[in-house]
């Protein structure tokens, strides 16, 4: 993990070799957002500048998909334009989750770096699917029931220990469509709610003692690079930021870390805020989050994490290269033989 007293408006020391590399590929990095002027994204285009990346902010849902049927190389169109790059780093809002991922998959197919992928977002977003791999995985979460009809309520409450419980849909993001019911009643008027809107609702355990607080820790190529502690404002169990929560820097605990790490492995995840509740049976996974905002976890932990992005982006490349010199080597050694053959017959 980082130094906590690195402070965030230091910059990271990168190393030679990856300046090397990015001074001679001249590499080019397409964010995908819909928000240029948002912290996050301004901050890891100013990062990745500095690690000599040419950056395009571009609106994923203003790019064209790649044309078929025919043998040529695909290419992205954006405003009548080819775009051409080296990596990209998707920043898909929770609205456009279908169509942002479509369009990363379109890069992926091209072949360049991407720094969490299609799957991992998808994943990500869909809290069921999310919860059921990370349990698969053997990482603890709250215990968690899924409701296909309201008549499924009231075994659910019992399977996560009663009420108070959580109620809440698969798909959701800063706090939102996040219940407590406080009793049962309450529980199955919100999950009736719910499924007469064409929502998917679960019911998940309360952790008592971890009511309103949790913890976040930014995880960037597998290692945790940033945390901080969230608190709830007033009488809100939901510690988000943006819903008001205030943020402290902390000291995360070795176990808590290789919890995080794992979570974010286990989504197939290059940046990801992971949120840990304390429990009493230790650490357990609330949400995995594959596009965390950086304000809050910069400005707590006093930790450049647009700058670990950078530094990771910089890995990849280097790694990226060295295959396709591999590949380069090994065909040209393939055609000497070829060709060596064809002079001796």
């Avoid at 609330?286 to 670990?308: D, F, T």
Wanted: charged share 25%.
């Amino acid at each position: 993990m980082a130094s906590s007293g690195q402070k965030y408006h230091l910059r990271s020391q990168r190393t030679q070799e990856g300046l090397a590399v990015a001074r001679i590929m001249d590499p080019r990095l397409v964010i995908l957002s819909r928000g240029p002027q948002l912290y996050s994204t301004k901050r890891i285009a100013d990062e990745a500048e500095k690690a000599g990346w040419a950056v395009k902010i571009l609106d994923p849902l203003k790019i064209g998909p790649p044309p078929f049927g025919d043998n040529k190389k695909s290419e992205l169109q954006h405003k009548g334009w080819a775009i051409d790059c080296e990596a990209i780093i998707p920043r898909i809002g929770y609205s456009i989750t279908e169509k942002g991922t479509d369009r990363v998959r379109d890069f992926e197919r091209m072949g360049v770096i991407v720094m969490n992928s299609s799957d991992g977002i998808k994943r990500s977003r869909d809290k069921l699917i999310a919860g059921q791999a990370l349990a698969e995985g053997g990482i603890p979460v709250p215990i968690t029931a899924q409701i296909v009809t309201w008549e499924d309520t009231n075994r659910a409450i019992t399977r996560v220990g009663g009420t108070p419980c959580v109620v809440k849909s698969t798909e959701g993001t800063h706090g939102s469509g996040v219940f407590l019911a406080h009793t049962e009643q309450h529980a199955r008027q919100l999950v009736y709610q719910m499924l007469e809107r064409g929502m998917r609702p679960l019911v998940q355990e309360y952790i008592e003692e971890s009511h309103g607080k949790d913890i976040r820790a930014l995880v960037v190529g597998g290692k945790v690079v940033a945390c901080m502690r969230r608190r709830a404002n007033g009488n809100e169990f939901r510690s988000n930021f943006h819903l008001g929560g205030s943020v402290e820097k902390i000291e995360i605990d070795p176990r808590f870390e290789k919890i995080a790490v794992k979570a974010a492995e286990i989504l197939g995840l290059e940046i990801a805020g992971v949120d840990l509740l304390e429990s009493k049976r230790g650490a357990l996974v609330l949400e995995v989050n594959s596009s965390p905002g950086l304000e809050g976890i910069e400005r707590a932990s006093e930790n450049n994490v647009a700058g670990a992005i950078a530094e990771r982006l910089n890995d990849l490349l280097r790694i990226s290269n060295q295959k396709k010199d591999l590949t380069s080597i090994d065909n040209q050694g393939h055609n000497s033989f070829r060709n060596s053959g064809k002079s001796e017959s």
